[in-house]
């Protein structure tokens, strides 16, 4: 089985010559052509000084966590970018990962990704979160501490705000009476939503058996966990293979300036594929510098990986084996993260 093949396009910043906003969407037609499945866009509104109170990683290559980024890293605002990337390609799929939701009004969200679900003609992932940094939140005048509340809210909204107009809505953080948000969503009731976090937390579960159609956690989450998840999809008439699981490669860098192996990287991927997690994130940056070898790079990926899967080519449009024996025991997610949140 070859799996989905995702391109991280933030968190790109080593790269040489440091990609600008439009070169970022000139990676995701490079992995279009390549056959890669997905790229993927995090975000921050804003970083504050506490950003890097963890301490910054020692290679600058790797993957940015709660608390170890440069305050100055370049986040782009994540849905203007894939609005760009989806007038751009036609068939990659375009992953909204660590949306910040509590940050906006759920109205705003809502019109937002309708309108970028229409635009790229039903190819949008989004994967809400609350996000870690405080500086964030108080720079923008919103509570920190409440955001788990305001997300459930949230995505309750957006459930009934793409289930048709007039939508109303009375909860403790957000109330409105009857509006109109128009257009709807390309797909009928909104673009798939992927929940993740650092831990398998009772909210997280609550999430994806409600709402979810993937799990795309940060790190490897413990296997009690994905039992928990999978138990819970049981119970609530679900079947685990519903889910998109996401997992990853993380590059190991035997010194602060150079880039990791990708042979090493990918050796990881025949296991996580034994385990159900079938699309695999990709951070380029974590192994080559070169700007300009972003094309070639995608073509290698997808060449490794197709032989890694025991296949002559790849075909980029590969649907998932839901036939797949997902044994709640056995799963184990790579190491994929969305770096604007948890």
Known sequence: MTPRLLLILSENQTLQPTPDVGDLVGFAVEAERAGLDAVMVSEHVVLGPSADAAGRPANPRDYAVPGNQDPATPWPSSLVLLSAIAAATGRVRLVASA???PLRHPLVLAKDLATL???SRGRLVVQPTVGWHRDEYEA???GFEGRGDMLDEQLEVWSRAWAGSPVSFIGRHYRFGDVWVEPQPFRPGGPPLWFGGSTVHQRVIDRVVRYGRGFNPLGRPDDAGLARLAQALISAGRSPAEIEYVGGTRGVFAG???VADLDQALATIPEQLARGFTTICVKPSQFIDDSSR???FCRELVAKVADLAGHSHP???LTRDRSHPYDPEQLTAGPC????GT
């Open 140 to 142: 923008l005048g919103i």
């Open 117 to 119: 679900d229409r635009l």
């Open 256 to 258: 602060p300036d150079q």
């Open 294 to 296: 972003m094309g070639e």
């Open 337 to 340: 993260h969305p770096g604007g």
């Open 99 to 101: 949306i910040i939701s």
């Open 315 to 317: 075909h980029p449009t």
